[in-house]
């Protein structure tokens, strides 16, 4: 079992960047598929990035590509989502999700995770 703590969110100015952090406390993160997701009020939850147990492999949204970035610090039990560019649009509730299982485009679903932390808010004023 992990849980998962985000942190780093907040209120911004287009433009701007922001880093936020996902820690797990638990057992064997290495083991974990980790994704980070968004949901803006009124609309569902969106997948925005994957990464593989050891980091070689990552998946984006396409409507993100370029300005996010997915990483993880296994040593310090962290990942990682690195916003640059922010838009108003990216305004969400950002979240970390965990899964003990093999990296593939099924990592991109929300029904794939089992764990997940509280979110963080991050705000985009234009």
């Known amino acids: 079992q992990v849980q998962l703590v985000e942190s780093g969110g907040g209120l911004v100015q287009a433009g701007d960047s922001l880093r936020l952090s996902c820690a797990a406390s638990?057992?064997?993160?290495?083991?974990?598929?980790m994704g980070w997701f968004r949901q803006a009020p009124g609309k569902e939850r969106e997948f925005v990035a994957a990464?593989?147990?050891?980091?070689?492999?990552?998946y984006c949204a396409e409507s993100v590509k370029g300005r996010f970035t997915i990483s993880r610090d296994n040593a310090k039990n962290t990942v990682y989502l690195q916003i640059n560019s922010l838009k108003p649009e990216d305004t969400a509730v950002y979240y970390c999700?965990?899964?003990?299982?093999?990296?593939?485009?099924?990592?991109?679903?929300?029904?794939?995770?089992?764990?997940w932390g509280q979110g963080t808010q991050v705000t985009v004023s234009s």
């Open positions: 999700a965990a899964v003990k299982g093999l990296f593939a485009t099924s990592s991109r679903s929300p029904d794939e995770y089992n764990y």
């Open positions: 638990g057992r064997a993160f290495s083991t974990y598929v």
């Open positions: 990464i593989s147990w050891n980091g070689s492999s990552t």
